[in-house]
């Protein structure tokens, strides 16, 4: 049963970079049918895709965060990791990392997720 | 901001049937697929329906999705205590070249 784990610090100092790592197992990151997500979810509002990454490098980002966001992938470890740069009060969220099926697109496996709160 | 519209909130009682509305555009639910999500309190979301009405090994038939133009619909028949949660619909926007998601509709069982 493939698993997703999200890591990382749980409290970020406004301007400075969020960096969370997304460990997957029970399954290879060097899959040719999916991509490897972010997700966000302030709290109490609604879900915002992040972006997405293929094993292979290729990635898409939301427009509206595109300027701050970059994913990378590490297959030896079986990874991909999230960095978002300036971060404010309004990036504080809990983050979820899950699976893309690169067939329908549908985000098939998540990971628990994780509280990032933006504070000084 | 979502591009993707759905009513705030939506109930019934035990046994009822409830339907829940997706309206977007020609650039996402009218040219790409639609999935839909369920995210019950304080956990992360799973996936509930793919490529428009297809659902994942587990889920209940009484869940049911749909597709029609620019819009799409999530039914939930014989509705059950354990369904009261937030639903979002997602989809790919072909104008934005990313993943959109729905605004969200909490269901309540009275």
């Known amino acids: 049963q493939l698993q997703l784990q999200e890591s990382g610090p749980g409290l970020v100092k406004p301007s400075e970079t969020l960096s969370l790592t997304c460990t997957v197992s029970?399954?290879?990151?060097?899959?040719?049918?999916?991509?490897w997500a972010w997700i966000r979810q302030p709290p109490g509002k609604g879900l915002e895709w992040i972006g997405r990454?293929?094993?292979?490098?290729?990635?898409y980002y939301n427009p509206s965060l595109k300027s701050r966001v970059t994913i990378s992938v590490d297959t030896s470890r079986n990874q991909f990791s999230l960095k978002l740069s300036s971060v404010t009060a309004a990036d504080t969220a809990v983050y979820y990392c899950a699976r893309h099926s690169g067939a329908d697109g549908s985000l098939d496996y998540w990971g628990q997720g994780i509280l990032v709160t933006a504070s000084s | 901001q979502s591009v993707l519209t759905q009513p705030p909130s939506a109930s019934g009682t035990p046994g009822q049937r409830v339907t829940i509305s997706c309206s977007g555009s020609s650039s996402n639910i009218g040219s790409n697929t639609i999935n839909w999500y369920q995210q019950l309190p304080g956990t992360a979301p799973t996936l509930l329906i793919y490529?428009?009405?297809k659902r994942p090994s587990g889920v209940p038939d009484r869940f049911s999705g749909s597709k029609s133009g620019t819009s799409a619909s999530l039914a939930i028949s014989g509705l059950q205590s354990e369904d009261e949660a937030d639903y979002y619909c997602?989809?790919?926007?072909?104008?934005?070249?990313?993943?959109?998601f729905g605004t969200g509709t909490k269901v309540t069982v009275l």
């Open positions: 490529s428009n009405n």
């Open positions: 997602g989809g790919w926007d072909d104008s934005l070249n990313g993943y959109v």
């Open positions: 029970g399954g290879s990151i060097r899959s040719s049918s999916h991509y």
């Open positions: 990454i293929y094993y292979g490098g290729t990635t």
